[in-house]
């Protein structure tokens, strides 16, 4: 924690300006020596400052200089950042003369590392920093965002003084009997332990909301071969991305996208045509399609509506019965042939990859299946890592045990044990306590810089 870091903050490349930022105990006496400008060990706090980078009397770049003493900054040491012209050369030049003079280069996301490490951040803070980095879309920022002001990590807090607060009422009636406490009963804690295990379920119920916002969907174009999967990939997203000719099986490999359905994020992945086939190359691609079915979170089913419906694609559609789809009659500009009959129960959306809202239908049904207007419309206050989850579904182990041993009237001593490790649970999502192997893990994910 006493080391003096440094690391370029900005993307490395041709630009206006790149930005190498520097943290730690003696950063601000390190640039000083080769600033040309002035003393910067006596310059007020968050201030900025002309000069140039001076290495061995030569000039290597003209620089605004911010200076942050601590406590006020992000990482609650001194901060200097190098405000240089954008270049490779320049910025790394830049960087290579600070290493010589007494930095050390920052691992990836060790300046957020910092922060959490001197208590600016807790650990949900920390990791929000990077969804909001990440982030691609409206939503997912302000989601991320959300995060970052403390939103969620104030339920937690607020979840964990309860079962404080539970737990030392216990203590005081079974430690010190003397005193004029209230007796807690066990028809009290049942009810005190009901009401936080309330809170942690609807957390872990709207999960799926957070990954969502993340995350976003990741939906499967699947069907026959020359059913129009490519043109419906490439009309969504508004490119070629695809190759798309009238020979079936044209589509070998999965081919994906990205677009945004109401500021969500939603992975479009093509795949070849499923059929039966002696192509030993169309038949890797088969494989393949039949692979992502698997890890889809929706389906697209797609079928042509000038086309007759064949055993094989009920054979299909019954395959997938009970997984989350919309079958699409692509074609619906074309004659009719398709017996929907045989679709009963299946969600169906008609359109086309002709007219510029052919699309609009299956983009409706998509937001419509995924609830967007009900996920936008809440307070963002989601889980959204498999870290933040398991964690509380841990605590809600712990209380539901806890109340098992209410119903039982076991000893309430025998009950604070349960308590407590929900208690722990819920400071480990924020880092109260963690492992070190945790936060290497956590920050790797970063960038450098960050």
């Known amino acids: 924690m006493n080391e003096n870091i440094c690391a370029i903050s900005t993307a490395l490349g041709i630009g206006a300006i790149s930005i190498v930022r520097c943290s730690g105990p003696d950063v601000i006496a390190i640039v000083d020596r080769i600033f040309s400008g002035k003393n910067l060990n006596e310059v007020p706090s968050h201030t900025i400052h002309y000069g140039y ?6 000039k290597i770049d003209e620089v605004l200089v911010s200076v942050m003493r601590a406590p006020k900054t992000f990482t609650k040491e001194d ?6 012209h954008g270049g490779i050369t320049t910025t790394n030049k830049v960087l290579e003369i600070l290493l010589l003079n007494g930095c050390r280069l920052a691992d990836p996301g060790e300046f957020t590392k910092k922060a959490f490490l001197n208590g600016r951040i807790d650990l949900v803070e920390a990791e929000s920093i990077n969804d909001l980095i990440e982030s691609e879309t ?5 989601y991320a965002m959300n995060r970052l002001e403390g939103n969620l990590s104030q339920l937690i807090v607020k979840d964990r003084q309860k079962i404080l607060e ?9 430690d010190y009997p003397e005193y004029d406490a209230p007796d807690m009963t066990h028809e009290l804690v049942r009810s005190e332990l009901s009401e936080i295990k309330r809170d942690l379920s609807d957390l872990l119920k709207n999960a799926q909301n957070g990954r969502l916002l993340k995350n976003g969907i990741d939906v499967a174009l699947v069907g026959r071969p020359n059913v129009g999967k490519s043109s419906i990939l490439n009309h969504l997203l508004d490119e070629n991305r695809a190759i798309v000719t009238d020979v079936a099986g044209t589509t070998r490999d999965i081919i994906e996208g990205k677009i945004s359905i109401s500021g969500i994020h939603i ?8 059929r039966k086939t002696d192509d030993v190359v169309e038949k890797i691609g088969v494989d393949k399609s039949l ?7 929706l389906i697209i089913y797609v079928l042509s509506n000038n086309d007759e419906l064949t055993a094989e694609d009920i054979t299909q559609l019954t395959a997938i019965k009970n997984v989350k789809k919309i079958v699409f009659i692509n074609k619906c500009d074309l004659e009719d042939k398709i017996d929907l009959d045989k679709l009963d129960g299946e969600i169906i959306v008609r359109g086309n990859t002709v007219s510029p809202e052919g699309l609009d239908p299956l983009k409706a049904k998509i937001a419509e299946l995924f609830n967007f207007s009900e996920i936008k419309s809440k307070n963002y206050n989601y889980l959204s890592n498999a870290r933040e989850i398991s964690l509380v579904r841990q605590a809600v182990q712990a209380i539901d045990s806890a109340l098992t041993g209410v119903e039982e009237e076991i000893p309430l001593e025998m009950i604070s044990v349960d308590i407590k490790s929900a208690f722990d649970s819920l400071g480990d999502i924020l880092g109260v306590t963690y492992k070190d192997e945790l936060l290497d893990e956590l920050f790797s994910k970063f960038c450098l810089g960050k």
Do not use: F, H, M, W
């Open 166 to 174: 539970l737990q030392a009422k216990l203590e005081v009636n079974y």
């Open 291 to 297: 692979e992502v079915l698997k890890n889809a979170d």
């Open 79 to 84: 901060i200097v950042e190098i405000n240089c």
């Open 53 to 58: 980078i001076v290495d061995n009397g030569e």
């Open 267 to 274: 992975n479009l992945i093509d795949t070849a045509g499923i």
């Open 138 to 142: 409206e939503e997912s920022r302000k």
